[in-house]
């Protein structure tokens, strides 16, 4: 079985441009999570969906935004981006909401 | 709120030797433990998990890890490195019931041959 797919797998943006990251979990599995991974840094909670709708939101502003769709995948926006936005997103999917999260190899975003 | 603490960023160590690489957390709740490593341009990989039951977990590759409540730890250790081991590696924490994962702070570990 194919495990989380993301696209792109890079991208490069300037400020104040927007973006929108996608994720496809393993099939079969409900719940999609998002996180960022600054360079140096361990990764930090973004987003939880789970049967489509959020299920926990991490400490990010509201320009950041994501939504999960009847198949399950997900997309990530971020709206107005900063050079601080500049980052490796990455998602997990499990097959419910609190079972084992598996990873996908992230979009490395660069903002200039 | 849950905290992962990674005591050492970074750690040398010869091949064939053992490494320990330590974690500890804070949480007031009870908790699931996990570490997980990145090879270079990667996501993350599972090593292992601590769900309940025994505190020394057996994970992939030749790792394992003990459970110690009264410390608040989840160390990592194997007992012979390889250099195919060089990676970072990240500890995390969840809530029972939740699955967001707050994780440390990476630790890299370097083998040197």
């Known amino acids: 079985d194919a495990g989380v797919t993301q696209s792109p797998t890079h991208l490069i943006k300037t400020r104040g441009q927007q973006v929108t990251l996608r994720c496809s979990p393993i099939?079969?599995?409900?719940?999609v999570s998002w996180y960022q991974q600054v360079l140096g840094q361990g990764p930090q909670f973004i987003f939880q969906?789970?049967?489509?709708?959020?299920?926990g939101r991490g400490n990010f502003p509201d320009r950041f935004s994501a939504r999960q769709f009847p198949n399950y995948s997900s997309e990530l926006n971020v709206n107005a981006l900063l050079l601080g936005d500049s980052a490796l997103y990455l998602c997990?999917?499990?097959?419910?909401?609190?079972?084992?999260?598996?990873f996908g190899p992230g979009t490395r975003l660069t903002v200039l | 709120a849950q905290s992962v603490t990674q005591l050492d960023s970074q750690v040398p160590v010869f091949e064939e030797a053992p490494v320990e690489l330590r974690c500890n957390y804070s949480?007031?709740?009870?908790?699931?433990l996990f570490w997980y490593v990145q090879y270079p341009n990667q996501g993350l990989q599972l090593l292992l998990k601590?769900?309940?039951?025994?505190?020394l977990v057996k994970g992939i590759n030749g790792f394992e890890a003990e459970f110690n409540k009264s410390q608040t730890s989840f160390h990592l250790r194997k007992p012979s490195v390889h250099i195919s081991d060089t990676a970072e590696y990240f500890c995390?924490?969840?809530?029972?019931?939740?699955?967001?994962?707050?994780f440390g702070q990476g630790t890299r570990l370097t083998i040197n041959p």
């Open positions: 997990a999917s499990s097959s419910n909401q609190v079972n084992e999260q598996f």
């Open positions: 099939s079969g599995h409900k719940s």
């Open positions: 969906y789970y049967e489509k709708e959020e299920r």
């Open positions: 949480s007031s709740v009870s908790v699931y």
């Open positions: 601590y769900l309940s039951g025994s505190t």
């Open positions: 995390a924490v969840s809530d029972w019931g939740a699955q967001k994962l707050v």
